[in-house]
């Protein structure tokens, strides 16, 4: 089956440095990867998501990057803002199937005012 | 249009008692799942049910069962409940255009 690494678990960044968080997949047949956010007590939410025929794709400040050959994907926000804290989970999915999604442990990310 | 819900919202059990969670989703997808969430840990998957009529086991089912009622509703239930299965359970759903995953709010079950 698929497994998913994400690193790292715990992130701290002054407000307006950028943040990167890794993710790495183990199938090649893997095709969508998202990521979702987790403000405290809250429900995790879709932010951005990557198909495997892209990438690069950007929302504002924020980016993801996918290289399929080394199996691995990246969350880029820049100008981090407080409200940017959160817990931040990638995951691995096939796409147009009912089939489970692969989530990574999580990342604590903390913006320093 | 309320997306995915969950009943209840909290719930505290004692050890050995029965329990379902109820998920509904008014977003006409046909893939449901359970999550489980433990404090540091990530998202768990317990059962899912790819379309209506089908159920599969994720990576932690011991202790749970599940039903997919019809293409709305996919219960969660806890035969009788131990104090490991204190956590946060999360519903979702999937759709399968834009293969976007949407969550519930979430129940927060402890067990005494």
């Known amino acids: 089956g698929e497994n998913v690494e994400q690193h790292p678990s715990t992130l701290s960044v002054q407000e307006g440095d950028s943040a990167v968080i890794k993710c790495t997949y183990s199938d090649s047949a893997s095709n969508y990867f998202p990521w979702y956010k987790q403000e405290l007590g809250k429900r995790p939410q879709l932010i951005i998501d990557i198909r495997s025929n892209v990438g690069e794709k950007k929302d504002q400040r924020i980016a993801v990057t996918l290289n399929k050959t080394a199996k691995h994907f990246s969350l880029h926000i820049t100008e981090t803002q407080p409200e940017d804290s959160a817990v931040y989970f990638c995951?691995?999915?096939?796409?147009?199937?009912?089939?489970?999604?692969?989530f990574g442990t999580g990342t604590s990310l903390t913006v320093i005012p | 249009n309320a997306g995915v819900t969950q009943t209840p919202k909290f719930q505290v059990l004692k050890t050995g008692q029965s329990m379902t969670l109820q998920c509904a989703q008014d977003m006409n997808h046909n893939s449901m799942y359970w999550y489980r969430q433990d404090p540091g840990m990530g998202l768990r998957l317990i059962y899912y049910s790819a379309s209506e009529g089908t159920t599969d086991k994720g990576e932690v089912p011991n202790g749970y069962n599940v039903s997919r009622l019809n293409k709305r509703e996919f219960s969660l239930r806890l035969e009788s409940a131990a104090p490991s299965q204190t956590s946060v359970y999360f519903c979702?759903?999937?759709?399968?255009?834009?293969?976007?995953?949407?969550f519930g709010p979430g129940t927060r079950l402890t067990v005494l």
């Open positions: 995951a691995a999915a096939k796409r147009n199937t009912g089939n489970q999604f692969y």
């Open positions: 979702a759903s999937r759709d399968l255009l834009g293969n976007t995953q949407y």
